[in-house]
């Protein structure tokens, strides 16, 4: 990993800052998604007693490995897995984020927004030390013991439905180089999602379902980091089907 000091206390900066102002923006986007979007999660308690049991029983850091249906995944995840007020005690389990330069840094109050909500930018298929630059700092953040989202398909799927085809082999690469590290596989979907969206429709009722285990590989290098990747959208797909069988579909 080559990161500078400088730019170590840039990270510590830009969590620091988020953390005093998160009773502003965090109040405000929760406002916007409950009583705007009409927004709720099913058994919000459990979930977040489920989480914070989870996070008690391991030592290492966590990568946590959605689904991917629309623009605002990772910010309803954070709002399903602990309260303010937890946050508030230990702004590290307060996930950091990988968004796509291009979709969200060209407006300049959604940029502030990404910075004080903990996202490390990443230009995917752009500048091959620009994008190691950023997991260079991902990796540094998992170290330090901080909470990590990886969206294991890179993109929204297309199709409604885990993309077995098009996966990518980041969050496996990040597992190889992170000693101890923990994936939190989760499965989250709208009641009336069928298929990717920009912002889930008004008044969706979220199903939230987590499994925390640690992927182990047999290979070494980039064998290696397909396998850890594989596994990780393996289990995705499982959780995936249990949803539907649930539903009856």
Known sequence: MDLKLREKFALKIQYLAGW???????????????FIRRYKIQH??????????????????????????????????????????????????????????????QNYVLRILCYLGSCVPIDRGGNRN??????????HLLRKGHTITVFPEGRRSRTGRIDLDNFTYGV???????KDCNVLCVYLRGHNQEEYSGIPSRGAR?????????????????????????QIIDKLVLMEQSYFAAVGQ
Request: glycine share 4%.
């Open 20 to 34: 005093v102002t998160f009773p502003i923006w965090g109040t405000f986007i929760i406002s916007f998604m409950r």
């Open 172 to 178: 496996g690469s990040l597992v190889s180089k992170v």
């Open 130 to 139: 620009a994008v190691k630059k950023s997991l260079d700092k991902v990796i």
């Open 44 to 105: 919000l308690r459990e979930i977040r007693k489920q989480f914070k049991q989870l996070k008690k029983s391991v030592d290492g850091p966590i990568i946590i490995c959605p689904n991917h249906l629309t623009k605002i995944d990772s910010v309803i995840l954070n709002w399903s897995l602990a309260s303010m007020f937890s946050y508030m005690r230990s702004f590290k389990i307060f996930s950091w984020n990988l968004p796509e330069r291009a979709n969200f840094f």
């Open 206 to 230: 979220f199903y939230l379902q987590m499994e925390l285990f640690k992927p182990q590989s047999e290979f070494s290098g980039l064998r290696a980091t397909r396998d850890v990747a594989g």
